[in-house]
T-cell receptor, first 116, second 112 residues
Framework: GAVVSQHPSWVICKSGTSVKIECRSL??????MFWYRQFPKQSLMLMAT?????????EQGVEKDKFLINHASLTLSTLTVTSAHPEDSSFYIC????????????FGSGTRLTVV | TQLLEQSPQFLSIQEGENLTVYCNSS?????LQWYRQEPGEGPVLLVT?????EVKKLKRLTFQFGDARKDSSLHITAAQPGDTGLYLC????????????FGTGTRLQVTL
């Protein structure tokens, strides 16, 4: 159990376009999902906390107008990178948890975004 | 901001050797987790430690949570090439909106 599906696994887009990444909890309901960004050979940096039915909470330094997060249901959160630029190229990962502490966090397989 | 420093940052060893990875912080965490991540994939949870001083074993991996719940270690016995990957500790504090703070990471390479 506790499977998180992330789609697409990789995407290449032109500079100035927008890209949507989906994160789904397949066999459980996730009231909270998290979005991370990871640069090559670095650790995961939390971008925002996505709460079902409410606005996302962004970490300091993350532009909420550029990284739009929607958590419309208990099984789906989306991250939209708007007006993407080459510096937005990165590995984006989502995670979700059923019950904190006991189950830990299940991570998606990540999305490799390349902006050209 | 809670910070988790891992050491070493990079470790290259031969098959059969033992190694220890450290995860240190000045903050107290209610629990701490260890993940392993392979290139192009998301992190996979290895263990969660909750009690100060707790020791957990997962086959050849031994995890320890410091008495003060500020640090942790991961010891691998007789490393194998399949252990190669990025090892991440992550601290969980219910006081910070239930989010995980990840360590700086340790990249392990095990060669034949």
């Amino acid at each position: 159990g506790a499977v998180v599906s992330q789609h697409p696994s990789w995407v290449i887009c032109k500079s100035g376009t927008s890209v949507k990444i989906e994160c789904r909890s397949l066999d459980f309901q996730a009231t909270t999902m998290f979005w991370y960004r990871q640069f090559p050979k670095q650790s995961l940096m939390l971008m925002a906390t996505s709460n079902e039915g409410s606005k996302a909470t962004y970490e300091q330094g993350v532009e909420k107008d550029k990284f739009l997060i929607n958590h419309a249901s208990l099984t789906l959160s989306t991250l939209t990178v708007t007006s993407a630029h080459p510096e937005d190229s990165s590995f984006y990962i989502c995670s979700a948890s059923r019950a904190l502490l006991n189950y830990g966090y299940t991570f998606g397989s990540g999305t490799r975004l390349t902006v050209v | 901001t809670q910070l988790l420093e891992q050491s070493p940052q990079f470790l290259s060893i031969q098959e059969g050797e033992n190694l220890t990875v450290y995860c240190n912080s000045s903050s107290v965490f209610s629990s701490l987790q260890w993940y392993r991540q392979e290139p192009g994939e998301g992190p996979v949870l290895l263990v969660t430690v909750v009690t100060g001083g707790e020791v957990k074993k997962l086959k050849r991996l031994t995890f320890q949570f410091g008495d003060a719940r500020k640090d942790s270690s991961l010891h691998i016995t007789a490393a194998q090439p399949g252990d190669t990957g990025l090892y991440l500790c992550a601290g969980f504090d219910t006081g910070t909106a239930s989010k995980l703070t990840f360590g700086t990471g340790t990249r392990l390479q095990v060669t034949l």
